[in-house]
T-cell receptor, first 116, second 116 residues
């Protein structure tokens, strides 16, 4: 069975601070994808990034960066110089090849509040 | 480009009344389609998914049902709503396996359902 753990339920930071959202996963699949989604107060889940299990390169997109470490089964998400618009619930997710990538296992989410 | 629509956006229904939520996808063919429910402040629960017309997989036994009458249309229904059916309902699509980005789910704007 697959499992995604987001131990941080809620985080509050002051605007312009950096913040890291943790994600730890469990899977027996040989190939899998990891994802991060953002859910702003409006409710829609917005896809942020997809990472293949064979690609451990870190990725940076503007103020966002992702650190994938297969050795520790972690896929952490860092927001640099946080802004109020970053306030949202962030979900980490996993989809594996044993299920033909038909289904996604989501973590329980981390609620980020950025205080102005 | 692909877009996903859900309606209605919000719905208030009395206990025991029927339900019909609709989801349609544009700009793609033969997508996989998904219904999720999110209770207030909680994570995502997969309810149903479909890999083709008339093909429905149920993940959680309940008083809800799903149908896929057309390739890009997915409907969530109930004959008699319960209080516990209140929540935020999200529809998602993904490309079939083998197509580009066939492992990533993309979500619609959601429907907020309140059962009184």
């Amino acid at each position: 069975a697959q499992k995604v753990t987001q131990a941080q339920t809620e985080i509050s930071v002051v605007e312009k601070e950096d913040v890291t959202l943790d994600c730890v996963y469990e899977t027996r699949d040989t190939t899998y994808y990891l994802f991060w989604y953002k859910q702003p107060p409006s409710g829609e889940l917005v896809f942020l990034i997809r990472r293949n299990s064979f690609d451990e390169q870190n990725e940076i997109s503007g103020r966002y960066s992702w650190n994938f470490q297969k050795s520790t089964s972690s896929f952490n998400f860092t927001i640099t110089a946080s802004q109020v618009v970053d306030s949202a619930v962030y979900f980490c997710a996993l989809s594996g090849n044993s299920g033909g990538y038909q289904k996604v296992t989501f973590g329980t989410g981390t609620k980020l509040q950025v205080i102005p | 480009s692909q877009t996903i629509h859900q309606w209605p956006a919000t719905l208030v229904q009395p206990v025991g009344s029927p339900l019909s939520l609709e989801c349609t996808v544009e700009g793609t063919s033969n997508p996989n389609l998904y219904w999720y429910r999110q209770a207030a402040g909680r994570g995502l629960q997969l309810l149903f998914y479909s890999v083709g017309i008339g093909q429905i997989s149920s993940e959680v036994p309940q008083n809800l049902s799903a149908s896929r009458p057309q390739d890009r249309q997915f409907i969530l229904s109930s004959k008699k709503l319960l209080l516990s059916d209140s929540g935020f309902y999200l529809c998602a699509w993904k490309a079939p396996l083998g197509r580009a980005f066939g492992e990533t789910q993309y979500f619609g704007p959601g429907t907020r359902l309140l059962v009184l």
